[in-house]
């Protein structure tokens, strides 16, 4: 994807691209900076999260649709997206799992029609830093494959598989589930039924931890065209120059 | 479960409340001390003899041209490498928008062959408009002051020593305008430096020690030009003079910012400090040795008071008034003989200025390095701003209240509490303060007005339990307020620790940026505070700091409060 000319921006830089990207999209109608990270996470542990943004721009230009939160029970979360992107609500509609599962040790939510699914790794790393364990579980219609990134461990990073198999779930052709559960065998169970046993991993929670430390030992490529591209979104928080403008800076 | 739990907290000690520790008119006296960043690298330079050399040198007769220094340390290996010019003196500016520098540098991981010095060649002098790499620690520029720089010159050309009255009124050769880490331009991030480096694991250090360098440099440029000017007259300064010439710095908007961005950060180097400050009001034992030492190193803060060199009159007042505080306190405590220091910060805290008060605090912390030892590596930690989501709301809400009295207490409804807006300008993103209701902007607001946040969020959730009842989760508090995330999980976050948030409203029209600048100046370690304006501040680093050779002769720690040497020039 990316070749010699790119430029190689530190996992600090990107971030703060990401803030000012966000900022600049949504000012601080949502947590832009917990978007960032999440972009970041997946760009740095091999995910492509930069080219999930790239792809998803017509998307997140689009003034703000509606979306539905219903609650068929009081652990299970539903979630009509109506067609858009999961970048902006994603961090928000995981904590809604992960709270029942911190109140009732089992918390589901359900996301119908939406696109960006891949964007749900941040709230997997989020489950293991509150000790959860966790799940997400979609269906790639265009692809004919089913996604699974399981974390087994609060110690590890989740491992991804890659089925190409039909799963359709409640979620249906383009939604996800993710689930979070204070136990294990919760996980377990509802992953098995789907994941054939000896089932190889497309990547294991270590390739994504050395990806990790690849990226931060290195940097990340980002092609010319997309780094300009996030420029050319995130300079519109900047503010022309003015007389008056330089005298705010102390002069 | 629960992130940021202080980690050096004591609870057998009597820390100082919040209130008062977390004032940023308190915050804006604070001064140096020993755990400084800048004091604590110097410490560990000489403890640890580090090899500094200039192993490649190609400067013309005027100074100008190429110098690196390898530095070896127990650990590894680095490179620093200055590009020295000759700049118009017309577009010499301190400001972040310039667009060129007498001296631009770089501290890298490694040796730098030709190819290496080639790419740095192409890119260091360009600063933000260059691109370096992962194996680059630090970026970073400086100035001269030309006038103090020529007349140093000026005077070893002529075989004479620098008078001191006037490296009294500026003492530095250089004044840094920017120095830059953590990953800015494609160098190393931090996480990087902290895991790999660990010479420069601690906060700050790796920038720390590229000002250090400035100032070498900036000592052997100044001999060097003089021995070639007249190489049968000149002399070289002597060591003490050199000793007293420090780096200047120049610190803007662009400081402030970072505070009120990392308040985990910040909590934690405030809570080390205090940490110190309680052990000595415990455990520093009083006896006559300590007696006279404090009485020394309290003549010695006010002769450097008296010798700080400011055309700032509040900044002369302030200076004035805490040297003649000192003064009333040092009679105060030859009269009385007391049996532990709490007694003097009571009598401090009755009848002084809080600069007098925050001065004798770092007395007292100057006389007991040894109760501090162990703090020195507690002053990093991973910042984790995670948000509860179970927390029910009505905990949020008492949380709020709690922590948050000081936000809730400010009127917003009076336009003037919400008069400025900070904002990012085109020219290099440069921070700014805008008026609110007379410039254009606003929209773009950065998200620095943390008291204005906590009070929409506060609004916000009081009517969403109205609605829902305390018991609802935090999760759908924010799924349904998206944009009180960020402030929601900021606030439990801070709600676990010590000191918390700084006390400021950041949005206020008489807000005073400065008092952010110096709070985190003083964390450097730098001195000699001379503000420009309530927005941009000098300052000097290093002064009466150990030179390089002196590495490996003394690991004194002594040079708090830089007084001119008792040489004669």
């Given amino acids: 994807m990316t070749d010699k000319a790119d430029l190689y921006l530190s996992l600090n830089e990107l971030r703060a691209l990401m803030r000012r990207t966000y900022e600049a999209l949504y000012h601080h109608g949502y947590d832009f900076a917990v978007m960032a990270r999440s972009c970041l996470w997946l760009e740095a542990h091999g995910l492509d999260g930069i080219g999930l943004i790239i792809r998803s721009l017509p998307d997140l230009e689009t003034p703000a649709r509606e979306i539905k939160l219903s609650e068929p029970t009081y652990n299970h979360f539903l979630l009509e997206g109506y067609g858009r992107c999961l970048i902006p609500f994603v961090n928000a509609s995981a904590d809604l799992a992960i709270a029942g599962a911190q109140t009732n040790g089992f918390g589901r939510i359900d996301f119908l029609n939406i696109f960006g699914r891949l964007n749900i790794f941040a709230a997997l790393k989020k489950s293991a830093r509150f000790n959860l364990y966790a799940a997400a579980i979609w269906y790639d219609a265009t692809e004919g494959r089913t996604h699974i990134l399981w974390l087994k461990s609060s110690k590890d990073l989740p491992d991804y598989y890659i089925l190409n198999e039909v799963h359709h779930g409640p979620w249906g052709e383009s939604g996800l589930s993710f689930l979070c559960s204070t136990t294990a065998d919760v996980i377990t169970k509802a992953v098995s039924a789907i994941l054939p046993e000896g089932h190889a991993p497309y990547k294991t929670g270590r390739q994504f931890s050395q990806a990790y430390s690849a990226a931060l030992d290195s940097g990340i490529a980002v092609s010319h065209q997309t780094y300009a591209q996030l420029n050319k979104i995130a300079d519109r928080l900047l503010v022309p120059s003015t007389d008056a403008s330089r005298r705010g800076a102390g002069e | ?569």
Avoid at chain 2, 134 to 142: D, F, G, T, W, Y
Avoid at chain 2, 417 to 438: A, H, N, V
């Fill in chain 2, 1 to 569: 479960m629960v992130m940021a739990e202080p980690h050096i907290c004591d609870e057998r000690l009597d820390y100082r409340p919040a209130n008062v520790v977390m004032d940023i008119n308190r915050l804006g006296t604070l001064y140096p001390y020993p755990l400084s960043f800048m004091r604590s690298l110097v410490r560990r330079i000489l403890r640890e003899k580090w090899d500094i050399k200039r192993s490649h040198i190609d400067l013309c007769n005027e100074g100008y041209g190429e110098v690196i220094y390898s530095i070896t340390t127990p650990n590894d290996l680095f490179s620093y490498v200055v590009f020295s010019k000759n700049l118009d003196p017309n577009i010499r500016s301190d400001r972040v928008i310039a667009e060129d520098w007498d001296m631009t540098v770089t501290l890298c991981q490694g040796e730098v062959d030709a190819e290496r010095l080639d790419f740095l060649r192409q890119n260091v002098p360009l600063q933000e408009k260059g691109r370096m790499d992962s194996r680059c620690i630090v970026l970073s520029r400086a100035n001269k002051s030309a006038r103090n720089f020529n007349y140093v010159v000026d005077r070893l050309s002529s075989g004479l020593q620098p008078d001191l009255d006037v490296m009294a009124k500026v003492g530095y050769l250089y004044r840094t305008t920017a120095v830059y880490g953590s990953g800015k331009f494609g160098m190393a991030d931090w996480d990087k430096v902290k895991t790999q480096y660990p010479d420069f694991a601690s906060p700050f250090a790796a920038e720390m020690f590229s000002c250090f360098l400035i100032r070498d440099f900036s000592l052997f440029q100044a001999d060097r030009v003089a021995a070639n000017r007249t190489a049968d007259k000149a002399v070289k300064m002597t060591d003490a003079i050199r000793r007293y010439v420090g780096i200047g710095n120049a610190t803007g908007l662009g400081m402030a910012p970072y505070l009120i961005n990392h308040p985990l950060l910040v909590n934690n180097w405030i809570e080390v400090r205090e940490t110190a400050l309680a052990r000595i009001q415990r455990d520093g034992a009083i006896c006559d040795v300590k007696r006279g030492d404090f009485l020394c190193l309290a003549q010695k803060a006010m002769q450097h008071l008296d010798e700080i060199s400011t055309d700032n009159a509040d900044q002369n007042t302030i200076n004035s008034k805490a040297k003649a505080d000192m003064s009333i306190l040092v009679d105060w405590f030859e009269d009385v003989q007391i049996s532990a220091w709490y007694q003097l910060t009571e009598y401090a805290e009755s009848h002084l200025s809080v600069e007098a008060q925050e001065l004798l605090n770092v007395l007292l912390l100057e006389l007991y390095p040894d109760l501090m030892t162990d703090l020195e590596d507690s002053l990093s930690l991973d910042e984790v701003y995670a948000l509860q989501a179970d927390m029910p709301v009505g905990d949020l809400k008492a949380l709020i209240e709690t922590h948050y009295d000081w936000a809730l207490n400010i009127d917003y409804t009076d336009p003037k509490t919400q008069g400025i807006f900070w904002y990012r300008s085109e020219e290099k993103m440069e921070p700014r303060l805008g008026q609110r209701f007379e410039e254009p902007g606003a929209a773009n607001e950065m998200l620095l007005g943390i008291g204005w946040y906590v009070c929409e969020s506060y609004r916000d959730l009081c009517t969403f339990i109205e609605d829902r009842g305390r018991e609802t989760t935090t999760a759908r508090f924010v799924f349904e307020n998206p944009q009180h995330r960020y402030i929601t999980r900021r606030m439990q976050t801070m709600a676990k620790t010590r000191y918390g948030e700084i006390r400021i409203n950041a949005i206020d029209l008489d807000v005073l940026p400065i008092h952010l600048l110096r709070c985190k100046l003083s964390f450097f370690g730098v001195g000699k505070f001379d503000p420009r304006s309530r927005m941009w501040v000098r300052n000097t680093m290093f002064q009466g700091a150990p030179l390089i050779s002196d590495i490996g002769e003394s690991t004194a720690d002594t040079w708090c409060f830089p007084i001119r040497p008792a040489v004669s020039g």
